[in-house]
Every structure is written in structure tokens, then in C-alpha cells.
């Protein structure tokens, strides 16, 4: 298919522009545009089934807001204010055309909009998300060079017994532990931490137990599967026996050669994951009052919030969808056999 | 490696067989015992949970899981007669870890099996088959796994009475894509492999192919991926259980015991370190099986 287009662009010089040919024929290109195209039948889907499982739970949003006491006149005037005497078809079409717009709507909830709500709580999701991230990828990738070293070594056996912990522990016991052990007894971090301030240090003392509790787990995926793959590179790889040969030695070898080839794998599936991060986040924040958009997802729920739930929802997806096309791009980039190996298939 | 062997025959004795370079034969039978002990040991604890969960209140009676008398509230461990100690509201911690735990085995098996039905036969189906078929059974994968499954959990809570049959359908939502994702790409690598299309090219239907060709050469891998798979069912469940949306309290369950324990955190912390320390080695040993199998099955 992509074969067939190049040849036909071949075929039709002056027809496009030099450049403008090289960059509809770039096979990288093509691959990002398909993966574009097939990800608004993901983000369609998931924004729908979510409107129709928040459409199946009984009671009327408006009745709610209003509570018991609310009289049918002020529930009718509501409905039709919050648009819920449409039927669920327009209801799905105005949230879908608001969203093509960048209006989420309003939340139910504090009659906020939710672009503000969803802006106000991503900022401390983001930089908790970050945090755990880069602390556990930086010690994952030196645990995992130095445990690659040696196979079955000292430091290799400690490293997996450590990640095996990571591996099996539930976040949300490890974050309860971890306060007992560095909050109660030790009180090197507060317990719980309302919102972040503008100080620096004391966001980082309030986010370091949360980002623990979080990063652990990911810190043993990284380790495991990035010591597997430098120690499979080591074992298999011809440039590896190349390098040895020609008198390279063994820390550059590890480092300059197995290392940097086996990251753009560990890359890649930190990318994929960023979606399931999420439900991660939705545990952690409330056990911590951290401020965050998982915290406010789980308040949405239990206001049965529908908006704020869509909302929060779309912004998840998007970041699963971003990360899986992000994962994508990287194995294009950074592993040309796949580039042209797709682009001919 | 000719030039090494003078070496060699040096420091091995020439009448022992050719072992692969300088392990000794003590070495090896210490990696075989190693081995088997990194089978057995997690398959052990994994029996032994199973006991003590199904088989020992049937044996040996123990107190209910869900009520107490007040009158035991708070028993430090080892007390006499609850040697697990008792929660504020005097209902035996032991007892509770063994009703709770039923459940969280019911529901993880039940969750995994239905992971390895239903994604199995949509894996199989897109990997198999591919083109269009592929393409769109990819998309609904692709939308099941950006779907944040929590919140249909929590509408399942809302619209349903949670129940165990309820929480079971609701976080199939995180194990039948999974699975799906798995069987798939194993299918389309043994579909590449050259003994399927001899197959083919000999007339083979596609149903004999599926089943007696490509199933065999696809279990391994899904069997320990559902090891795994348990483990993460298990955590995933618990976190239900612990945000108070599943299994309902006075039922108890893992996650509602940590979740409970939370509240009392400083002055007991026994309440929260009981149950996740049975957590972590119930899903540690789940993790260790699955690793001991791909090493024994040669699965990635």
C-alpha cells in the first residue's frame, strides 16, 4: 500500500514539490498519520462508554445537585438548563461538539467549568507523575547496568530480589507502610499535604512518599525488563562481540553499547504505560489529600459528576493514546529496521 | 578454541564428560536443586495459602469473619484464642485473612478466566486472522485498555448491589484486553513459523490449524502470563475493596481491612501490616511460580 504510493509519486514529478514529496513518502510520517487516524476510533470510544455507563446509574443528576427537598419546577428548570431533557443521543452529540471546541462543560458538582476544575488539579498530578517517573527510570537503569554486569552475581541477586518486592507489593499498603514508617515514626514527611504551596522543597518533601509509593513498583518493571534485555544483548548481539574484540572495554561495552541499544526498548514501555499510571494516581492521591486530578476522579464518582467524569476521563485517554502513539514514534526513530520494515508491509 | 583446550584439559580431568566451560558438577547439581526449589518453594506457599483459606475452616473451626464481641476489641497478636489479635470491633484478624482471602482467590481465578476466555478467543481471532478482522477487534482492545476501568466499577457499584459476581464482570474490563493483547501477539508469531504454512499449503482447515497447530504453541505463554495476571487481579481487587466500592463491609476482604486499618494507623499499625504483608506474599509467590514456569517452559 505504502509501496504503491511511493511509486506513484515517483511517477508524477512537479506534480508535488520536492520536499512535500519527501514528506508524505517518509515512511516515519506515514506510520505517525495512520496511528493518528486510528486513534479518534479510540478516544470516540472511550468517551462513549463512558457516557453510557454514567447514563445507566439511576437518579437524576439534578435532583441530586437540588437534593431531596427540591421542588419538580426547580428539577424541570435545571434539567433543561443542564441540557438533561435531551435525549442521550444529543446529549452524547452537544458533549462531543463542546469537546471539538475545547469546552468540556460544566460540573455538576461546584457549577464550575470543568476545563478550570480539570486545570486547577492537573498541575500536581503531572509533577507527582514526573517525579516518580524520573527517580524510578534513573535507579531502575543503574540497578539494572549493574546487576547486567555480573548475571547471577551478588548485586544481580540483590536486584531482583528488590524488584521482585516492587513487583508484588499493593501501592496503596506500600504508601500506608511508608507513612507509618517515615511520617509517624521518623516524621521526616508530612502525613498529608492539602496542596503543594509555592515553595519547591516542601512540594518535593510533600510529594516524595506518594512518588515512592507510585515509582516503586515501576522501578522493579524498568529494572526487570531492562537488565533482561542488556543481559540478552550481551549474550547475543554480534556488535557486542565486535566491540569486545576490537579491545573496547567491558564498562564501555555495558554502558556505551548494550545499555544505550536496550533503553530505546525500557523507552518505549514507559510509554505504553503511561496509561495505566493513572489508576495508580486515582489510589494514591486520596490516601496523601493530595490535590490531583486521581483524588478529584474519585470525589466525580461519588458525586456521580458526570462532566467532571467525562472530563477527567478524556484527559486520561488522551494520555494513554498520546503514549501508545509516543511508543510508536520512538520505535520508528530510534529503530530504523522497523521504520522501513513497516513502510514495505 | 583449539588453542584453549590444552588449558582446559589441564584443570579438568580428561575421563569426566564435557561440562560447559570450568562449573564444577557439585555447581550443577546445586543450580538443578536451585531450580526446582524456585518451583516448589512459591508452588508450596501457594498450597498452603489455599489451605489455610478453603480446607482449615472446614477442619478446625474458627470465628466468624465478619462480627465479634466487643468485648475482645483490639486484642494485641498472640492473644490467647486469637493469636492474629482482634480489630477494634472485636472480630478475629485471622479469620477475617481467611474469609477475605476466599474471595480474593474466587474473584482473581474467576477474573483471569474469564481474562484467558474471552481475550483468548478475540487474541486468537486477530492474530489468526488478521486484516480487518484484526484492525477492528485491535481498536475495541485499544478502547478497553485507555478505558479507566475504575469507573466502571464504580457504576457497577452504583447501578448494581456490588456483589462478587458484579465485581468479577466489572474487572474482566482490566483482564480480557490484556489477555487479548498477549494471545495475540503470540498467535502472530507462531503464525510466521514454517510448520503453519506447511499446514496450509496441505490443505489444513483454519479450525484444525487454531486448535491443534497454533492453541498448543500459545498456551505456555498464557498460562504464565496469567500467573502474573492473578497477581495484578489481586492488587487491582484489593484497591477496590480498599476505596470501599466491592466486596461490602461486613464482608471482609483484604483491601476493606487495610482500608480500615488506615484509620487507626498510628496507634495499631498491626492492622495495616497484617493484611499487606499477606498480600505481598500471596502476589510474590504468584510472581515467582510464573517466572519459575517461563524458565522451565522457555517462554519470554
Request: aromatic share 8%; glycine share 8%.
Amino acid at each position: 500500500m505504502a509501496l504503491a504510493q511511493q511509486v506513484q509519486l515517483h511517477r508524477e514529478p512537479g506534480a508535488r514539490g520536492d520536499l512535500a514529496r519527501r514528506v508524505t513518502g517518509s515512511p516515519a510520517l506515514q506510520l505517525v498519520g495512520r496511528r493518528l487516524l486510528t486513534a479518534i476510533p479510540v478516544l470516540l470510544g472511550v468517551t462513549f462508554l463512558t457516557f453510557v455507563v454514567m447514563n445507566l446509574i439511576p437518579g437524576n443528576p439534578a435532583q441530586l445537585i437540588l437534593g431531596i427537598n427540591a421542588s419538580p419546577g426547580a428539577i424541570a428548570k435545571l434539567d433543561t438548563q443542564l441540557g438533561l431533557n435531551h435525549p442521550f443521543w444529543d446529549r452524547y452529540w452537544l458533549w462531543l461538539d463542546g469537546l471539538l471546541h475545547g469546552n468540556l462543560g460544566t460540573a455538576y458538582s461546584n457549577q464550575q467549568s470543568v476545563n478550570s476544575d480539570i486545570a486547577q488539579f492537573l498541575p500536581t498530578t503531572c509533577y507527582l507523575l514526573l517525579y516518580a517517573l524520573v527517580v524510578s527510570l534513573g535507579l531502575g537503569v543503574i540497578v539494572a547496568v549493574l546487576s547486567a554486569r555480573r548475571p547471577n552475581g551478588i548485586v544481580d541477586r540483590i536486584g531482583l530480589a528488590i524488584s521482585m518486592l516492587g513487583l508484588s507489593v499493593a501501592p496503596y499498603a506500600l504508601a500506608l507502610v511508608l507513612i507509618y514508617v517515615f511520617s509517624v515514626r521518623l516524621g521526616w514527611f508530612p502525613t498529608i499535604s492539602n496542596s503543594l504551596g509555592s515553595n519547591p522543597l516542601t512540594a518535593i518533601r510533600a510529594l516524595t512518599l506518594p512518588a515512592a509509593s507510585i515509582g516503586f513498583p515501576l522501578f522493579a518493571v524498568y529494572t526487570r525488563l531492562l537488565r533482561a534485555d542488556i543481559v540478552e544483548q550481551m549474550q547475543r548481539e554480534d556488535y557486542i562481540v565486535t566491540a569486545k574484540a576490537k579491545g573496547v572495554g567491558p564498562w564501555k561495552v555495558l554502558v556505551k553499547h548494550a545499555t544505550r541499544n536496550s533503553l530505546f526498548t525500557l523507552i518505549t514501555l514507559v510509554a505504553l504505560n503511561l496509561g495505566t499510571l493513572i489508576g495508580a494516581v486515582a489510589i494514591i492521591e486520596p490516601i496523601f489529600s493530595l490535590p490531583g486530578i486521581g483524588a478529584e476522579l474519585i470525589t466525580a464518582i461519588g458525586d456521580n459528576d458526570l462532566p467532571l467524569i467525562e472530563g477527567i476521563v478524556v484527559v486520561f485517554a488522551l494520555v494513554t493514546v498520546a503514549g501508545n502513539l509516543l511508543a510508536d514514534l520512538l520505535y520508528t526513530v530510534l529503530d530504523p529496521r522497523i521504520r522501513y520494515g513497516r513502510a514495505a508491509s | 578454541m583449539a588453542a584453549q583446550l590444552p588449558d582446559l584439559s589441564a584443570t579438568i580431568a580428561p575421563a569426566k564428560p564435557p561440562l560447559p566451560s570450568l562449573v564444577s558438577a557439585r555447581r550443577l547439581q546445586w543450580q538443578k536443586a536451585a531450580r526446582q526449589l524456585r518451583l516448589w518453594v512459591p508452588a508450596g506457599i501457594l498450597i498452603l495459602l489455599l489451605f489455610l483459606c478453603f480446607v482449615w475452616p472446614y477442619v478446625y473451626t474458627i470465628p466468624p469473619g465478619d462480627t465479634g464481641s466487643i468485648l475482645n476489641a483490639s486484642l494485641p497478636p498472640f492473644s490467647p484464642g486469637h493469636w492474629l489479635g482482634t480489630d477494634p470491633n472485636g472480630v478475629d484478624i485471622f479469620a477475617e485473612l481467611v474469609y477475605g482471602g476466599q474471595v480474593s482467590f474466587e474473584i482473581s481465578l474467576a477474573v483471569t478466566a474469564v481474562g484467558i476466555v474471552i481475550g483468548g478467543v478475540i487474541g486468537l481471532t486477530a492474530g489468526y486472522f488478521g486484516g480487518w478482522v484484526d484492525s477492528v477487534l485491535s481498536r475495541v482492545v485499544d478502547v478497553l485498555i485507555a478505558f479507566p476501568a475504575l469507573v466502571l466499577v464504580l457504576a457497577v457499584a452504583e447501578v448494581l448491589q456490588p456483589s462478587e459476581t458484579h465485581l468479577i464482570w466489572a474487572l474482566s474490563v482490566f483482564s480480557v484486553p490484556a489477555f487479548a493483547r498477549v494471545t495475540r501477539g503470540s498467535t502472530l508469531t507462531v503464525r510466521t513459523l514454517p510448520f503453519i504454512t506447511a499446514a496450509r499449503l496441505s490443505g489444513t482447515s483454519n479450525r484444525k490449524i487454531i486448535f491443534k497447530h497454533i492453541m498448543p504453541n500459545v498456551i505456555p505463554g498464557i498460562v504464565t502470563f496469567s500467573l502474573l495476571g492473578i497477581g495484578v487481579i489481586v492488587i487491582l481487587e484489593g484497591a477496590v475493596d480498599f476505596l470501599g466500592l466491592g466486596i461490602q463491609v461486613p464482608q471482609p476482604s483484604w483491601g476493606a481491612m487495610i482500608a480500615k486499618g488506615q484509620n487507626v494507623l498510628t496507634a495499631q499499625p498491626q492492622y495495616v501490616l497484617i493484611p499487606s504483608i499477606v498480600l505481598l506474599i500471596f502476589v510474590m509467590s504468584l510472581n515467582l511460580l510464573g517466572d519459575a514456569l517461563r524458565e522451565r517452559w522457555g517462554v519470554r
